[in-house]
């Protein structure tokens, strides 16, 4: 491989235009396309061949696709002690429903007072008329939600206290672009401009890897013209193909300027960068890849799609790093080092790192007491871990018209009402059997109201609403849908379902809780393989597979910590507090498994090469430590930023995934890889290395292109890349 990448470094500096024409062709193709293809995307879940995803279908079937629709509550209360049912009250009742029956794309607004069926509360101060829409929430325009609000806000005139809640009122697309985001950025560009000493070449690599985003997003937009894709999908690969881009261009440019240093000419120093640091590069992609294409394991189809779209932007950002970046480097030249360095680049001598050196040497000195602190601190940080929930009714931010309706709803009418549980009786004896069905259910621990069947008109189905006594994520509502289930058995002719967005909720849920371990054991067996390979040795993987384990606790605690405990949630400005959304811990492993094995993969190479060279053990650790950990702070520090940039102003499925990024980098670079991991292979010794005999067969995996590196012209290396960053 490493030799394949020499040659396609020397292509790209020899016909640099060319690749620079060919990337921007091929970002303003994928650009029309996404302008002229794209589609909506969706920001609801759910699992084909659940039973509540089985029966929202046979609902469409039954009643027709607006039993199926989207759908709003509009909650009015009477203000100053007064009784919504008073004649002044009532008449404004009367007046907001018939504006809402009359909003475009709207099939039915229900009058909270009609005698029939009412939806008053108990003690008459507040009522609630269901909005529907003839499609689903993705579909819903934005004018369409526009006029609801407004609809809304006129109803408070006459002095109703009035609010909206539910699907049909929440956006479907992620926002991106805000400041959050845009000072992530730039402090991206700082660090760059302070590692490399030039503002010229910290820009370069924040282009490269924007390109290689920009194809990414606008290649997901493109698709979703002809799939359907969640709206977090094209942010979450933003957010990652960006962090992984501008480092993986780091790493690259780091090798190219330590190869000018060594007096070769610009062509090969580009070619050896590309064939070696490229090497390391390919391998860290493709480990990034092949986890988030793993996502592929839990059979859920919205994963699926979510981990293929992000994988597919680590291919390009991949591929801009070791086609795009060359062409780049190419054209810089020798302005990649300082102008004092330019015409004698050989005669320059690195400099000591006296701080990394100083603090390897610290930490290998007192191997065992900084290993025990660095594993005691981490697993005090994961200890919320334990106690963490997770959903997919995620709440209102606070303050907003969606958390004061659900405030109403549950003081008024019990906390239930936010989440009521449908059974869809089907077949042709359902409407004898659901009377049967609605008295077992009313029988039922939890369950405050059970509505009479609503039959449909060919007769060959019924359908109940079941009011739960409990919040739709509280562990009884579970208890609840899995007493229905196993005590509410199918009748003569009749088939019996239990469904609703709450019942969805808690099937994804559960679905997601079972794929999380049986992930985790693909991750954690694909990490150990690699570092076995890369490595040869069974102690210095299991040392890595140890600390990607308290990163990932460490990161998942801190999250609970924050945005489900609510500790320090004003920091990072969470606007609401509970359980995490249910696809985010299988997605923040998938992820953060990548980079720590990149990181893993960099630092500990270079302590393998000088053990290699017959350095003593622990002067192994240290020199190979202040080689490689310049460059994975700056590195980590850039990926910190990028990830930190979405959590201020994320929305919430992404922010709390953001923050467990940006912590967990934070934890797996300045914990893990900088005390925990060179103090554990120094407190090993000479064993860290020790293969055993049976295992000598396997293939010896150079990730670094050490091999080319000793075939390549030029001088020994004894020139190192000066530490700016220090």
Same mark, same amino acid.
């Given at each position: 491989?490493?030799?394949?990448?020499?040659?396609?470094?020397?292509?790209?500096?020899?016909?640099?235009?060319? +690749?620079?024409?060919?990337?921007?062709?091929?970002?303003?193709?994928?650009?029309?396309?996404?302008?002229?293809?794209?589609?909506?995307?969706?920001?609801?879940?759910?699992?084909?061949?659940?039973?509540?995803?089985?029966?929202?279908?046979?609902?469409?079937?039954?009643?027709?696709?607006?039993?199926?629709?989207?759908?709003?509550?509009?909650?009015?209360?009477?203000?100053?002690?007064?009784?919504?049912?008073?004649?002044?009250?009532?008449?404004?009742?009367?007046?907001?429903?018939?504006?809402?029956?009359?909003?475009?794309? %709207?099939?039915?607004?229900?009058?909270?007072?009609?005698?029939?069926?009412?939806?008053?509360?108990?003690?008459?101060?507040?009522?609630?008329?269901?909005?529907?829409?003839?499609?689903?929430?993705?579909?819903?325009?934005?004018?369409?939600?526009?006029?609801?609000?407004?609809?809304?806000?006129?109803?408070?005139?006459?002095?109703?206290?009035?609010?909206?809640?539910?699907?049909?009122?929440?956006?479907?697309?992620?926002?991106?672009?805000?400041?959050?985001?845009?000072?992530?950025? %730039?402090?991206?560009?700082?660090?760059?401009?302070?590692?490399?000493?030039?503002?010229?070449?910290?820009?370069?690599?924040?282009?490269?890897?924007?390109?290689?985003?920009? #194809?990414?997003?606008?290649?997901?937009?493109?698709?979703?013209?002809?799939?359907?894709?969640?709206?977090?999908?094209?942010?979450?690969?933003?957010?990652?193909?960006?962090?992984?881009?501008?480092?993986?261009?780091?790493?690259?440019?780091?090798?190219?300027?330590?190869?000018?240093?060594?007096?070769?000419?610009?062509?090969?120093?580009?070619?050896?960068?590309?064939?070696?640091?490229?090497?390391?590069?390919?391998?860290?992609?493709?480990?990034?890849?092949?986890?988030?294409?793993?996502?592929?394991?839990?059979?859920?189809? *919205?994963?699926?799609?979510?981990?293929?779209?992000?994988?597919?932007?680590?291919?390009?950002?991949?591929?801009?790093?070791?086609?795009?970046?060359?062409?780049?480097?190419?054209?810089?030249?020798?302005?990649?080092?300082?102008?004092?360095?330019?015409?004698?680049?050989?005669?320059?001598?690195?400099?000591?790192?006296?701080?990394?050196?100083?603090?390897?040497?610290?930490?290998?000195?007192?191997?065992?007491?900084?290993? %025990?602190?660095?594993?005691?601190?981490?697993?005090?940080?994961?200890?919320?871990?334990?106690?963490?929930?997770?959903?997919?009714?995620?709440?209102?931010?606070?303050? =907003?018209?969606?958390?004061?309706?659900?405030?109403?709803?549950?003081?008024?009418?019990?906390?239930?009402?936010?989440?009521?549980?449908?059974?869809?009786?089907?077949?042709?004896?359902?409407?004898?059997?659901?009377?049967?069905?609605?008295?077992?259910?009313?029988?039922?621990?939890?369950?405050?109201? +059970?509505?009479?069947?609503?039959?449909?008109?060919?007769?060959?189905?019924?359908? #109940?609403?079941?009011?739960?006594?409990?919040?739709?994520?509280?562990?009884?509502?579970?208890?609840?849908?899995?007493?229905?289930?196993?005590?509410?058995?199918?009748?003569?002719?009749?088939?019996?379902?239990?469904?609703?967005?709450?019942?969805?909720?808690?099937?994804?849920?559960?679905?997601?809780?079972?794929?999380?371990? +049986?992930?985790?054991?693909?991750?954690?067996?694909?990490?150990?393989?690699?570092?076995?390979?890369?490595?040869? =040795?069974?102690?210095?993987?299991?040392?890595?597979?140890?600390?990607?384990?308290?990163? #990932?606790?460490?990161?998942?605690?801190?999250?609970?910590?924050?945005?489900?405990?609510?500790?320090?949630?004003?920091?990072?400005?969470?606007?609401?507090?509970?359980?995490?959304?249910?696809? &985010?811990? #299988?997605?923040?492993?998938?992820?953060?498994?990548?980079?720590?094995?990149?990181?893993?993969?960099?630092?500990?190479?270079?302590?393998?090469?000088? !053990?290699? !060279?017959?350095?003593?053990?622990?002067?192994?650790?240290?020199?190979?430590?202040?080689?490689?950990?310049?460059?994975?702070?700056?590195?980590?520090?850039?990926? *910190?930023?990028?990830?930190?940039?979405?959590?201020?102003?994320?929305?919430?499925?992404?922010?709390?995934?953001?923050?467990?990024?940006?912590?967990?980098?934070?934890?797996?670079?300045?914990?893990?890889?900088?005390?925990?991991?060179?103090?554990?292979?120094?407190?090993?010794?000479?064993?860290?290395?020790?293969?055993?005999?049976?295992?000598?067969?396997?293939?010896?995996?150079?990730?670094?292109?050490?091999?080319?590196?000793?075939?390549?012209?030029?001088?020994?290396?004894?020139?190192?890349?000066? &530490?700016? &960053?220090?």
């Amino acid at each position: 491989m490493a030799t394949l990448l020499h040659r396609l470094g020397l292509g790209a500096v020899r016909h640099k235009a060319l +690749v620079m024409v060919a990337w921007l062709v091929a970002v303003l193709a994928l650009g029309a396309g996404a302008a002229t293809l794209s589609g909506t995307m969706v920001n609801s879940f759910s699992i084909p061949g659940q039973e509540s995803t089985t029966a929202l279908e046979l609902m469409r079937e039954r009643f027709g696709d607006a039993s199926a629709g989207a759908s709003a509550q509009v909650v009015m209360e009477a203000p100053g002690g007064g009784r919504i049912t008073d004649q002044a009250n009532a008449a404004q009742v009367a007046a907001a429903v018939a504006k809402l029956q009359k909003l475009p794309g %709207v099939v039915s607004a229900s009058n909270p007072l009609d005698p029939k069926a009412p939806t008053v509360s108990q003690d008459q101060r507040a009522a609630y008329s269901t909005v529907t829409y003839g499609v689903q929430a993705s579909e819903i325009t934005v004018e369409e939600r526009e006029a609801l609000t407004s609809v809304v806000d006129q109803s408070r005139a006459g002095g109703l206290i009035v609010e909206a809640r539910g699907e049909a009122t929440q956006e479907s697309g992620a926002d991106i672009g805000g400041t959050g985001e845009i000072l992530g950025v %730039v402090v991206a560009l700082v660090v760059l401009a302070v590692t490399y000493g030039s503002l010229v070449l910290a820009g370069m690599n924040l282009l490269t890897a924007l390109a290689g985003v920009a #194809i990414g997003a606008l290649g997901i937009t493109t698709l979703s013209g002809f799939t359907e894709l969640q709206s977090t999908t094209p942010i979450l690969a933003i957010m990652l193909g960006l962090a992984v881009g501008i480092d993986y261009a780091l790493f690259i440019v780091t090798r190219f300027r330590q190869e000018l240093r060594r007096g070769l000419p610009v062509p090969e120093a580009v070619a050896l960068a590309v064939g070696t640091a490229g090497s390391a590069v390919v391998t860290a992609g493709l480990t990034v890849v092949i986890a988030l294409a793993g996502l592929s394991v839990a059979g859920i189809p *919205f994963l699926t799609e979510m981990g293929l779209a992000a994988a597919g932007t680590i291919v390009f950002a991949v591929l801009v790093a070791i086609t795009l970046v060359p062409a780049f480097l190419g054209a810089v030249g020798m302005r990649a080092l300082p102008k004092r360095e330019r015409t004698d680049p050989a005669a320059a001598q690195a400099r000591d790192r006296g701080f990394y050196r100083g603090w390897a040497t610290m930490v290998t000195r007192r191997r065992l007491l900084s290993l %025990v602190v660095a594993v005691a601190a981490l697993a005090v940080v994961a200890i919320p871990f334990f106690s963490m929930r997770t959903t997919l009714n995620q709440a209102p931010a606070e303050g =907003s018209s969606a958390a004061k309706a659900d405030a109403i709803i549950a003081e008024r009418f019990g906390p239930g009402f936010a989440g009521p549980l449908l059974v869809l009786v089907d077949g042709s004896g359902a409407p004898a059997y659901a009377t049967t069905v609605r008295e077992k259910v009313a029988t039922l621990p939890d369950v405050t109201f +059970v509505a009479p069947p609503r039959v449909n008109q060919a007769g060959d189905a019924a359908l #109940i609403t079941i009011i739960p006594a409990s919040e739709p994520d509280s562990g009884t509502t579970v208890d609840l849908v899995h007493a229905i289930r196993d005590d509410v058995a199918d009748g003569p002719g009749a088939e019996v379902y239990v469904t609703g967005t709450t019942a969805v909720s808690i099937d994804v849920s559960q679905k997601l809780d079972q794929a999380l371990p +049986v992930y985790l054991i693909l991750v954690v067996g694909l990490a150990f393989v690699l570092l076995v390979l890369v490595f040869r =040795s069974l102690l210095v993987p299991v040392v890595g597979v140890l600390g990607f384990l308290l990163t #990932i606790g460490a990161a998942l605690g801190a999250t609970t910590a924050v945005f489900q405990w609510g500790w320090l949630a004003g920091v990072v400005n969470a606007q609401t507090t509970g359980p995490l959304l249910s696809l &985010a811990p #299988i997605i923040i492993v998938g992820i953060l498994f990548g980079l720590a094995m990149d990181y893993q993969v960099f630092l500990v190479s270079r302590m393998h090469e000088a !053990h290699a !060279h017959g350095a003593e053990p622990r002067e192994a650790v240290v020199t190979g430590f202040k080689q490689a950990a310049p460059v994975v702070v700056a590195a980590a520090t850039i990926m *910190f930023a990028v990830f930190a940039g979405f959590v201020p102003e994320g929305n919430d499925t992404i922010k709390p995934i953001a923050f467990a990024l940006a912590i967990g980098i934070l934890f797996d670079a300045l914990v893990v890889r900088m005390i925990a991991v060179p103090a554990a292979i120094a407190l090993l010794g000479r064993s860290a290395w020790w293969l055993p005999r049976w295992l000598s067969w396997l293939p010896a995996v150079d990730v670094e292109g050490a091999a080319l590196e000793r075939h390549a012209p030029g001088r020994p290396r004894d020139v190192e890349e000066p &530490a700016h &960053a220090a």
